[in-house]
Structure formats: structure tokens, C-alpha cells
């Protein structure tokens, strides 16, 4: 089995933030500081991402992004997505389980770099990304880690290394709701009889994404 791709990230914002990140536009490769040192420090180092970041997407809002992932999703898609606003911020959780897809890797990224400009306070918050076959979320000293990205009202860079005890407690929450999403799919799946097209609303429950992200903007 391959490995799946995921990345995750929390950022602390108000309602009114989360809905203005929405239908901000998604900033070009630049807004990052050093796009090219992605990789490096953890797992891939020493691996370039420059031709990576050409598979980017931006210009289109972090609204239509994600609408579109959620009804992939729903419609079979190998991308799945937990998206909400809860107790004061940002919650994400994504995978993609047929590998690094750098069009959709990249994209989010740079849509987080977007999410951390409107952040509730002047803190660096972390993306972070890695692979793991069952789309879990490992520890903080767990050699496979792929990538961190920290963004925040001061901008965006990669770092070569990290303290990710304090991020990944408090991206247990949304890993156990991607584990029911996972589930609720598995029995979409498995209750579907091979006739007609596959498809499951379970990724469209405002328990997993949160409503305002497939409302028009």
C-alpha cells in the first residue's frame, strides 16, 4: 500500500476572519520566504522543491479550494478533508491517499500562508506535513516528518527543525475527526452495490466541514 499525504495545521482566528480567509485569494510561491528549503532538515532533505511549487494554483480563493476538494471527496475522489472553525480557530486536516499530489500539496499551503495573515495573535503557527499509510498523526519525535511550515501575521518560512509537541496536541481533535470521516467513508463504501456512480455525503457533514466553505461567496 502506498503511503497517503497529509498535511495539518490549527491557527487561532475569529468567525470573521475564518469567513474573510474564505474569499482571500490564494498568494503565489513568493509569499513564502524560502519555497525552495521546504525539505530541508527533516525527512527528504537535500530534495528541491522549486519544480514543485510550479504545480501551484494560486489566484482562486481558499472557498473555491477546498469546495472543490470536499466534493471530490463526496464523489469518490482519493483527497479527503476535515475543515472547521471550533473554540477559536482553524482546524485542517487533509490526505490524499494515492501520494504527493504537488498541485494540491502546494496549493494548501500557500492557502494556509493566506490563513496565517489574519491570525487572532502575532504567534508563528505550524503546518505540517508528512506521509503515513494509515493517514494518522504521529509524534513529535518521529523521523518521517516531510515538512514545517510556520505562517503567521509576519509571513511565512519553512524551518529546519522544530518543536512540535504543542502542535500536534492540539491537532488530536481533528486527526480523531478525520478517523470518523475515514470510517463514515469506508461505510459509504462498502454499503455501495456497484451500480451507478459512487458517491457519499458524509464528507459534506458540517461535522467535518464546516458550511460556510461550500456556501456562494
Not at 482519493?78 to 480557530?89: F, I, K, N, Q, R
Not at 490524499?96 to 498541485?103: N, T
Not at 500539496?105 to 504567534?123: E, K, R, W, Y
Amino acid at each position: 500500500m502506498s503511503d497517503s499525504f497529509l498535511l495539518a495545521t490549527r491557527i487561532p482566528m475569529t468567525r470573521e476572519s475564518f469567513e474573510r480567509w474564505l474569499d482571500t485569494p490564494i498568494p503565489a510561491p513568493a509569499a513564502i520566504a524560502d519555497p525552495d528549503a521546504m525539505f530541508d532538515g527533516w525527512f527528504w532533505d537535500g530534495k528541491r522543491a522549486a519544480d514543485a511549487w510550479r504545480a501551484a494554483t494560486p489566484g482562486g480563493t481558499a472557498r473555491e479550494f477546498f469546495a472543490e476538494c470536499v466534493a471530490g471527496a463526496a464523489a469518490g475522489s482519493p483527497v479527503s478533508c476535515v475543515l472547521t472553525h471550533e473554540g477559536g480557530a482553524l482546524q485542517v486536516y487533509l490526505c490524499d491517499l494515492m501520494g504527493y499530489l504537488e498541485s494540491f500539496v502546494h496549493t494548501a499551503l500557500l492557502a494556509f500562508v493566506a490563513a496565517g495573515a489574519l491570525a487572532a495573535d502575532d504567534g508563528r503557527h505550524q503546518v505540517l506535513f508528512w506521509a503515513e499509510t494509515a493517514g494518522n498523526l504521529p509524534g513529535p519525535e518521529w523521523p518521517g516528518w516531510l515538512a514545517v511550515l510556520t505562517v503567521g501575521r509576519g509571513g511565512a518560512h519553512f524551518v529546519a527543525e522544530a518543536e512540535l509537541t504543542a502542535a500536534i496536541a492540539g491537532l488530536r481533535p481533528v486527526e480523531e475527526r478525520f478517523g470518523a470521516l475515514v470510517e463514515r467513508m469506508a461505510e459509504s463504501e462498502e454499503s455501495w452495490d456497484g451500480e451507478g456512480e459512487y458517491g457519499t455525503a458524509a464528507p459534506l457533514d458540517p461535522r467535518f466541514v464546516d458550511p460556510a466553505v461550500l456556501a456562494p461567496s
